[in-house]
């Protein structure tokens, strides 16, 4: 038991809480469209920024989903990496009929193990929800936490999410009021496998 939910062995070994007839489990191409449900839902208030669904089928390996016993789509998140030692959580969303359920929390779990696994030391998330991404650890920071020599590679990339990182100008409009926050994995997140 974690937190009150049964545990049982996941994907690569690694721990998936399971209850409340949701399971955790990598995304496929058949997701995508509920996907970007959850999306719609959330960017039309601005909790989260919209993207592209040809966006969403190309990081569709980046994505974990929550979905019911009946097969609904029910929560989503992602993990990009972004450098060696560097990874962002994105697009964490749940269905609002299921807020306060622990999806949330479980899918950011999901996401925190999988950039462990991955060999990354820090995770990144640009959010509004700073209680929720404080729970875990995450603390708000200012600027871009990466060398300069670093910086300038990042600025290459064509993803959003990047210079959203990165707080370039042509972002801004995109992340008023969001806060940016990173977090240390420690040993104890690494995969024992």
């Known amino acids: 038991m974690v937190a009150g939910w049964p545990v049982r062995r996941g994907l690569h070994g690694l721990n998936k ?6 399971t955790i489990r ?17 960017s039309e ?23 019911g016993e009946d097969g609904a789509l029910v929560g989503c998140g992602a993990i990009h990496v972004m450098w060696e030692d560097l990874a ?22 999901e996401l925190l193990a999988t ?15 700073t209680e929720f991404f ?16 670093v910086y300038e590679e990042l600025l290459r990339s064509y993803d959003e999410g990047v210079a959203e990182f990165l707080d370039l100008e042509r972002v801004k ?12 994995l420690d040993p104890f997140h690494q995969d024992p496998s």
Do not use: W
């Open 17 to 22: 809480l399971v209850g409340v007839n949701v």
């Open 26 to 42: 990598r995304a496929v191409v058949g997701d995508v469209r509920g996907i970007r449900h959850l999306i719609d839902t959330y």
């Open 45 to 67: 208030e601005r909790r989260l920024l919209s993207k592209a669904t040809v966006a969403i089928f190309e990081a569709v390996q980046e994505f974990f989903v929550a979905v």
């Open 88 to 109: 962002e959580i994105r697009t964490v969303a749940v269905d609002p009929s299921f807020r306060g359920q622990k999806i949330g929390h479980r899918l950011v779990t």
């Open 115 to 129: 950039a462990a696994s991955l060999g990354v030391s820090r995770v990144f998330c640009l959010t509004f929800e």
């Open 134 to 149: 404080g729970s875990f650890g995450f603390r708000p920071i200012d600027g871009a936490p990466v060398p300069a020599k």
């Open 173 to 184: 409009p995109n992340t008023l009021g969001n806060t940016r926050m990173l977090l240390h």
